[in-house]
């Protein structure tokens, strides 16, 4: 997950004090970095799918995409402790029903452990990916149905490891996986945890940390491996950096997805102390960490060395929130004013925001929301409509106000 600097106790405390809005109450304050005419936003509110304390921990939220006839409109739910079970949103009421229990193997003892990321094949029915952390690594992992007959459930026996790679501390995980437009795995792996990244890894291309990687999962041969390296990966070769790399420079991107219809890759990047990020991913980009924290200095914290990197789309200060959580580019039918808007949030205060860049760079910003949530991730059904997480086990539907 995220970093959490504050015990669970003292973020609901924080959420009492900050957060005045109920959930539901839509709030339209605009900021961008030009004057804006003021227009009204769409109203939004948040309609449960599943109630509080139902789910344990849901971290993420994907949809199969319809790749299995008998699984369209299904949604699965990652729960951070070892399991992913599927919901039907059509009919809530038949409750969630486990597909995968790695229980046995997962390690949670952290707070940003345990299992953080799925992604089914886009073009294999019953055939998933997962990103779990051990007591020592990140481990990426492929997963087959157990039975043609039933493709929802998957084979905990099946498990194949594809990559592992240590990690030196209990935080900054990544751990987002989404298959991109040409078909090669994507993988957030964060900086592998401290405070300010002591071992340099945002920067150091020779490690897989810091980083959003790709990897070619159908077909093997790197290493010996069950991947291959893209041939147009930034360091394909291995001699620059490592071949899996696709960009760095990254703190602990906390859920990147492409937008459907342009295949740009949006990330969210957690902030140090100062500032979150939300950045435009770009093949061989370096993203400033831990030289610049968003589009300030850090390290050293006045006249840094800026060559080569590429700056933020947007960032937000502690004013507004302290843990960005990200989210996707809204291509639903549902709430037509908000198509083409990147939807995003904070998790301790619960905003939910939209951003857009204009045809003239400008970038809009936009309050929907304060939801009264700990939102831990966005989800994206079939039909680009949009589900939020909750920490306290529910899991949400957003449509319009």
């Given at each position: 997950?995220?970093?959490?600097?504050?015990?669970?106790?003292?973020?609901?405390l924080?959420?009492s004090?900050l957060?005045?809005?109920?959930?539901g109450?839509?709030?339209?304050?605009?900021?961008s970095?030009?004057?804006q005419?003021?227009?009204?936003?769409?109203?939004?509110?948040l309609?449960?799918?599943?109630?509080e304390?139902?789910?344990?921990?849901?971290?993420?939220?994907v949809?199969?995409?319809?790749?299995?006839?008998d699984l369209?409109?299904?949604l699965f739910v990652?729960?951070q402790k070892?399991?992913?079970?599927?919901v039907?949103p059509?009919?809530?009421?038949?409750g969630?029903?486990t597909?995968l229990?790695i229980?046995?193997?997962?390690?949670?003892d952290?707070?940003e452990?345990?299992?953080?990321?799925l992604?089914?094949h886009p073009k294999?029915?019953?055939?998933?990916f997962?990103?779990y952390?051990?007591k020592t690594h990140?481990?990426?992992?492929?997963?087959v149905m157990k039975?043609?007959?039933?493709p929802?459930?998957?084979?905990p026996?099946?498990?194949v490891?594809l990559?592992?790679?240590?990690?030196?501390?209990a935080?900054?995980k990544?751990?987002?996986?989404?298959?991109g437009?040409?078909?090669y795995?994507?993988?957030?792996?964060?900086?592998?945890?401290?405070?300010?990244?002591?071992?340099?890894n945002g920067q150091n291309?020779?490690?897989l940390?810091?980083?959003?990687l790709?990897?070619?999962?159908?077909?093997?041969?790197y290493?010996g491996k069950?991947y291959?390296?893209?041939?147009?990966?930034p360091?394909?070769?291995?001699e620059?950096?490592a071949?899996?790399?696709?960009?760095y420079g990254?703190?602990?991107p906390w859920r990147?997805s492409?937008d459907s219809?342009t295949g740009k890759?949006?990330a969210a990047?957690?902030?140090?102390n100062?500032?979150e990020e939300?950045?435009?991913v770009e093949?061989?980009g370096?993203?400033?960490w831990n030289?610049?924290?968003?589009n300030l200095c850090?390290?050293p914290e006045?006249?840094c060395?800026?060559?080569?990197?590429?700056?933020?789309?947007?960032?937000?200060g502690?004013d507004?929130g302290v843990?960005?959580t990200g989210?996707?580019?809204y291509?639903?039918?549902a709430?037509p004013?908000?198509?083409?808007?990147y939807?995003?949030?904070?998790y301790?205060?619960g905003?939910?925001?939209?951003l857009?860049?204009?045809a003239?760079?400008?970038?809009?910003n936009?309050?929907?929301?304060q939801?009264g949530e700990l939102?831990?991730?966005?989800?994206?059904?079939?039909?680009?409509?949009?589900?939020v997480?909750a920490?306290?086990?529910s899991?949400?539907?957003?449509?319009?106000?």
């Amino acid at each position: 997950m995220k970093r959490v600097r504050v015990s669970h106790l003292a973020v609901v405390l924080l959420l009492s004090l900050l957060l005045s809005a109920c959930r539901g109450e839509p709030v339209t304050k605009e900021t961008s970095n030009e004057p804006q005419q003021q227009q009204q936003q769409p109203a939004i509110k948040l309609e449960t799918i599943v109630p509080e304390g139902t789910l344990d921990n849901p971290v993420g939220v994907v949809s199969e995409n319809g790749v299995t006839r008998d699984l369209e409109g299904k949604l699965f739910v990652i729960e951070q402790k070892g399991r992913i079970v599927m919901v039907d949103p059509a009919h809530p009421a038949t409750g969630a029903k486990t597909v995968l229990d790695i229980r046995d193997r997962v390690y949670t003892d952290g707070n940003e452990q345990g299992l953080l990321g799925l992604a089914f094949h886009p073009k294999k029915p019953g055939v998933a990916f997962v990103n779990y952390t051990t007591k020592t690594h990140s481990v990426i992992a492929r997963f087959v149905m157990k039975d043609p007959e039933h493709p929802e459930l998957l084979d905990p026996k099946s498990e194949v490891i594809l990559l592992t790679y240590e990690q030196p501390f209990a935080n900054h995980k990544g751990g987002q996986l989404a298959f991109g437009p040409d078909g090669y795995l994507y993988i957030g792996t964060g900086d592998g945890g401290s405070g300010g990244d002591p071992y340099g890894n945002g920067q150091n291309k020779q490690t897989l940390l810091g980083k959003i990687l790709r990897i070619n999962v159908d077909v093997g041969g790197y290493q010996g491996k069950r991947y291959s390296i893209p041939a147009d990966n930034p360091f394909a070769d291995g001699e620059a950096g490592a071949p899996e790399i696709y960009a760095y420079g990254l703190r602990n991107p906390w859920r990147f997805s492409f937008d459907s219809v342009t295949g740009k890759l949006w990330a969210a990047d957690v902030g140090q102390n100062r500032l979150e990020e939300i950045d435009i991913v770009e093949k061989g980009g370096n993203y400033g960490w831990n030289v610049m924290e968003g589009n300030l200095c850090y390290k050293p914290e006045e006249g840094c060395d800026r060559t080569g990197l590429i700056e933020p789309l947007y960032t937000y200060g502690r004013d507004l929130g302290v843990s960005v959580t990200g989210g996707f580019v809204y291509r639903g039918s549902a709430i037509p004013d908000l198509v083409g808007w990147y939807i995003y949030g904070d998790y301790a205060k619960g905003t939910i925001w939209a951003l857009r860049q204009e045809a003239d760079s400008r970038v809009r910003n936009v309050t929907l929301l304060q939801s009264g949530e700990l939102i831990t991730s966005f989800g994206v059904d079939a039909a680009g409509e949009l589900y939020v997480c909750a920490q306290n086990g529910s899991l949400l539907r957003i449509v319009q106000g």
